[in-house]
């Protein structure tokens, strides 16, 4: 199996932690598909990541006027990827919200390919990282807009908090647009923890650790604002939160 | 109950405070006016702990605790406030869950229990109605799309519900429109002006003072305290520039 799997040569590898890759062995062949009928909604929600490495791959159509949602967390403390391609028909929505989190040393990393090959259909990505010892988090976010695909209204936001140095983001957004009267916005910021905010809450009595905490939530929170359910929504929170305060 | 002595600070190497003495009694008002680069905004800085902001000598007591031993939360938990020149906006973090932590982070430092969230947003909107804010906007995330004036209207809410004893207020009335600063003076008399608080007031105008009356007036220049008067030095500095004394 070895020899057939990806290097960093690969446009969509090229972040990939290969070693822990080759641990794994996947099988790069095998895809969860995911079909929602036209007018359809499928929500889904999946906190990833453990003590080895992970490679989720899912593959998902939506069909005319239907809508897909993907809630994840990447917490795990070995390589985690987790890799999403999505075919929409006429009109309908996908809705991703991703979060990666951690130390060590791992890479945990989102890649979503979006095809918008119908007109009208609708797209949104918000993935949140944070990050510190030496690990990395990545998202390589391909969308494609088909010829005939117009009106397409595509969007995909990435920020990074780095809380040490040491700790590295990569952002690869990559737009791909063979329609003219389409909407795609993305952006990428990878920045430090805010100190005039850090400031201002200590000077109204908030201790360090929590108001880190609070910046932290409020952070990784916009990843999680379009998911409807208040308690997957807190459940999302947690898993996140709680590498943070396993770090110490 | 505030006592500075001899106080020198830097920031980035730069010497802002240069043998800064002051000492504010409980029930006391002070101002303290200037002009630009005088070293105000640092002063409040260097009290607050902000980092960047380095202390070279001299010393700051509050209640006789050295403020310039604690790290900047504790210093909030010994009874000091900072009204800020520049509210900063923290997008994601309503005001009433910052407020309810910082209220009960210094609660549970000073050995007190804590306000439960009914407890809490009573008090919240009792303060909130004494500066004419409407309750919604503490609900929204800190300071985040908040007009100048509203901004600092909310600082005031802070101060209200934090109840300091003692607050640096910079330049709260900078940004405000004549009605805003009748409101924020009234809010600062009514929340500070008790025997046993204090507050120092920077400004750079002589107009907040007409609502909030100072006892003492102090003109700082090159990092230190020049001149020293009554209410009545405000409305001369107002007249004749600062010129006339720094």
Redesign the interface.
């Known amino acids: 199996m070895a020899q057939n799997l990806p290097t960093t040569r690969d446009e969509e590898w090229r972040y990939a932690d290969i070693p822990a890759l080759e641990r794994l062995a996947p099988d790069l062949a095998q895809w969860t598909v995911v079909d929602v009928a036209a007018g359809e909604t499928h929500s889904q929600c999946m906190i990833a990541g453990g003590n080895a490495p992970e490679l989720h791959r899912i593959r998902i159509t939506v069909g005319e006027g239907g809508r897909a949602e993907l809630f994840a967390v990447i917490a795990g403390d070995d390589y985690t990827r987790v890799e999403v391609e999505v075919r929409l028909a006429q009109g309908a929505h996908f809705e991703f919200g991703g979060v990666t989190i951690g130390g060590g040393d791992a890479t945990r990393e989102f890649v979503t390919r979006l095809d918008h090959a119908e007109p009208d259909a609708t797209s949104h990505q918000v993935v949140r990282a944070v990050h510190w010892d030496q690990s990395t988090g990545n998202f390589l976010g391909r969308i494609h807009v088909a010829r005939d695909a117009q009106k397409t209204d595509a969007a995909q936001d990435f920020k990074a908090l780095l809380l040490e140095k040491g700790a590295t983001a990569n952002a690869r957004p990559e737009l791909e647009i063979f329609a003219d009267d389409v909407k795609c916005a993305h952006g990428a910021a990878i920045g430090q923890m805010?100190?005039?905010?850090r400031?201002?809450?200590?000077?109204?009595?908030?201790?360090?650790d929590?108001?880190k905490q609070?910046?932290i939530?409020?952070?990784i929170?916009?990843a999680f604002t379009a998911l409807a359910d208040g308690a997957e929504q807190e459940r999302l929170q947690n898993a996140a939160l709680e590498s943070l305060e396993a770090r110490a | 109950m505030l006592k500075i002595d001899n106080l020198t600070a830097e920031v980035g190497g730069k010497t802002i405070l240069n043998g800064l003495s002051l000492s504010v009694n409980a029930g006391e008002i002070h101002a303290i006016m200037g002009p630009n680069g005088a070293g105000k905004s640092t002063l409040s800085y260097v009290l607050?702990?902000?980092?960047g902001y380095e202390v070279t000598g001299g010393s700051a007591t509050l209640n006789g605790v050295d403020l310039l031993a604690l790290?900047?939360?504790e210093?909030?938990?010994a009874g000091l406030?900072?009204g800020?020149q520049y509210?900063?906006?923290?997008?994601?973090?309503s005001n009433v869950?910052?407020?309810r932590?910082?209220?009960n982070?210094?609660r549970k430092?000073r050995g007190e229990a804590p306000l439960s969230g009914g407890e809490f947003l009573k008090l919240a909107k009792d303060k909130a109605g004494l500066l004419k804010l409407d309750m919604d906007m503490l609900k929204r995330?800190v300071n985040v799309g908040f007009s100048g004036g509203e901004k600092k209207r909310a600082e005031m809410v802070?101060m209200g519900i934090?109840d300091p004893m003692f607050a640096v207020l910079d330049e709260t009335d900078s940004g405000l429109d004549i009605d805003a600063l009748k409101i924020v003076g009234a809010g600062i008399n009514a929340i500070m002006r008790k025997p046993d608080k204090a507050v120092l007031l920077i400004t750079h105008y002589q107009r907040l003072l007409d609502y909030v009356r100072p006892d003492f007036v102090h003109v700082l220049a090159g990092g230190r305290i020049v001149k020293t008067g009554g209410a009545d030095l405000a409305h001369m500095l107002e007249r004749e520039g600062y010129e006339a004394v720094a």
Request: proline share 11%; glycine share 10%.
């Open positions: 805010d100190e005039a905010a400031f201002y809450m200590a000077s109204r009595g908030i201790a360090p929590v108001a609070l910046l939530r409020a952070f929170g916009d | 607050g702990g902000r980092p790290d900047p939360h210093r909030a938990a406030f900072l800020f509210p900063v906006e923290i997008p994601g973090v869950q910052f407020l932590e910082a209220l982070s210094q430092a995330p802070h934090l």
